[in-house]
């Protein structure tokens, strides 16, 4: 799996949007982008994945560069609820099961 | 409805005591795994299963057995707990065709 790197924390102001970069400059052609978070003392939450175009859900967007060296997850307009330490996890579309190597993350702290 | 369930919450034991912890998932998934987060907070896989066969066995150690009756159920036994077991278990799921993975609200194991 590629390596990915993120910055290890962020502030956010309550209401703005959160930009939450990524680089994975060794990713391959058939690699994910996966986001995952997970709020003090609970359990990490999917948010989001893809593979090069951008994505959008209910939580969240992923903008993917065309190069696909880099991403970048926005919370379009974050709230106290969002503040948690924010994943990104390159790795390959799972076959039989596949682990998630979560790394440091990013901790996002958002603010009144 | 809880998506992943696990029991009990918190746990504290002696050491060289035997305990089990247990997951339930009513998502329909067929893969579950174990995570373990140490009091570093880095979040490792220790097993996975699908349908019933394990897939996923890190390097850990022989005390530990999971166990899955059913597609729905992973449950975690350790044998002879030592002190350095003490962390978080979280159990997780997710469909072999790929999407994120679901996780449980974790298990926190002390030993003493």
């Known amino acids: 799996d590629a390596k990915t790197t993120q910055p290890p924390s962020m502030d956010c102001a309550e209401g703005r949007a959160a930009n939450l970069p990524c680089n994975h400059s060794?990713?391959?052609?058939?690699?994910?982008v996966y986001w995952y978070r997970q709020i003090h003392s609970q359990g990490p939450q999917y948010i989001i994945h893809g593979l090069k175009n951008n994505e959008t859900n209910e939580m969240a967007s992923l903008i993917i560069t065309e190069d696909r060296k880099s991403s970048t997850l926005i919370l379009p307009h974050a709230t106290l609820r969002d503040t948690a330490v924010y994943y990104c996890?390159?790795?390959?579309?799972?076959?039989?099961?596949?682990?998630?190597?979560f790394g440091k993350g990013t901790s996002l702290l958002v603010t009144p | 409805d809880t998506a992943v369930s696990q029991t009990p919450k918190y746990l504290v034991t002696q050491m060289g005591n035997d305990k089990s912890i247990k997951c339930e998932q009513n998502?329909?998934?067929?893969?579950m795994y174990w995570y373990k987060q140490d009091s570093k907070k880095f979040l490792k896989i220790m097993f996975s299963?699908?349908?019933?066969?394990?897939?996923i066995n890190e390097t850990v150690p022989n005390r530990f057995s999971p166990k899955s009756p059913d597609k729905a159920h992973l449950n975690l036994h350790i044998n002879s707990l030592e002190l350095g077991d003490s962390a978080v278990y979280f159990c997780?799921?997710?469909?072999?065709?790929?999407?994120?993975?679901?996780f449980g609200p974790g298990t926190r194991l002390t030993v003493t």
């Open positions: 996890i390159v790795r390959v579309e799972p076959g039989r099961g596949y682990a998630l190597n």
């Open positions: 060794t990713i391959s052609g058939n690699e994910y």
């Open positions: 299963y699908n349908n019933k066969e394990l897939i």
């Open positions: 997780a799921s997710s469909q072999v065709t790929g999407g994120g993975q679901y």
């Open positions: 998502l329909g998934h067929d893969t």
